[in-house]
Every structure is written in structure tokens, then in C-alpha cells.
């Protein structure tokens, strides 16, 4: 039997998919029964778990990239203001990645320390911050190679243009969406 054909049971037609799931009782289609607090965390620690999986790939191939930059031939040729970005990238980077990655070591000490809670709030706040420092790093590393690579001010104006792209994408949208909700009585809290 493949995964896509599953043998079905009728149990009866108040039921739904979704009873034996939920202790057997039946929902109305489009409804959703609140989650326990013990099913919010573990929810928010996957959720956590996922973005963190994303944020860490990006953060490493972009630090491993910086990192090598150092060993061309052109990085002799820097000016002091492109080696002083250089290094400010190098830092950005190295602390996006500390911050990114801390969750993993925050969960590795304190697992069975009945300390869910507190790790997916510090988890959460140690991610906000390494998104911070991301987009800083991603600024910076733009910064040098546009300077490189387009003459005048132009490397300047496209840096900010970006930057402020990064600005409203990660940070402007959520709060607005999360302000939006909690006018609307949603409560906005994930």
C-alpha cells in the first residue's frame, strides 16, 4: 500500500478526520480548538527549530564566503575604508552566527530541565537578534562588493535601498501584520 492510498474508516458522520487526534471529539469544519499551553510550546520550539535550520544555512555560506575573501589577491589592493568594512563584516558575521546557532546550544544544556518555556523565549529573542546581525552582515558584504564593483556614490544609494527592502520585509511587515491582528481581537501572539 503507498503512502497516498490509507484504508479509511467510517466511524460515524458527526466525526471528522481530526477526532482521534483530539481525544475523539467532533469539530465543525473551519474551527479551531485552543491549544494547550503544553502544545503552544512545542508548537513555538518546531517553529523555532525550522527558521533556525533556514537562518543558519544562509548565515554560514555567506561567513565562509567572507572569511575567504581575506586570502585573494585583490584584498591586498583594499583601500583602509573597504578593509575597516571588511573587518566590521567579519564581526557581523561571526556574531550572526554565535546568535543563530545558540538555540541548538541552549536546548543541548538544558534539555529535561523542564525549562521549555524559558528556552523558546530566549531562543526566540537570541534569533531576533542573529537577524539583526544578519541583515547588518548582508548590508556590509553588499557595501564591499558593490564599492568594488560600481563606481561613485551609486555602491552607497543601492546598500540603502536594500537595506531598507531588509527593513520592511523582516522587521516592518510582521509588526504591522501583528498589529493588524491585535485590532482586530486576534491577539497577534504566536
Keep these: 500500500m503507498t503512502m497516498t492510498k490509507q484504508p479509511v474508516e467510517h466511524i460515524g458522520e458527526e466525526d471528522t478526520a481530526c477526532c482521534t487526534h483530539h481525544g475523539g471529539r467532533g469539530r465543525r469544519p473551519g474551527t479551531e480548538q485552543p491549544e494547550s499551553a503544553r502544545e503552544r510550546v512545542n508548537r513555538r520550539w518546531n517553529e523555532l527549530l525550522q527558521e533556525t ?15 575567504s575573501v581575506a586570502f585573494t589577491p585583490m584584498f591586498r589592493n583594499l583601500e583602509t575604508f573597504d578593509r575597516v568594512v571588511y573587518v566590521l563584516t567579519v564581526v557581523l558575521g561571526a556574531s550572526a552566527t554565535g546568535s543563530l546557532i545558540a538555540p541548538v546550544s541552549l536546548h543541548r544544556f538544558l534539555s529535561g530541565q523542564r525549562l521549555k518555556d524559558e528556552v523558546v523565549e530566549t531562543a526566540s529573542r537570541l534569533m531576533m537578534c542573529g537577524m539583526v546581525l544578519l541583515a547588518l552582515t548582508i548590508g556590509c558584504t553588499l557595501l564591499l562588493i558593490l564599492r568594488i564593483v560600481v563606481p561613485g556614490v551609486l555602491a552607497e544609494v543601492l546598500v540603502g535601498g536594500v537595506m531598507l527592502w531588509f527593513a520592511l520585509c523582516w522587521y516592518a511587515l510582521p509588526l504591522w501584520l501583528r498589529r493588524r491582528a491585535a485590532q482586530r481581537g486576534g491577539g497577534g501572539g504566536a
Design 53 to 67: 535550520r533556514v537562518a543558519q544555512t544562509g548565515v554560514q555560506i555567506l561567513f565562509g564566503f567572507l572569511l
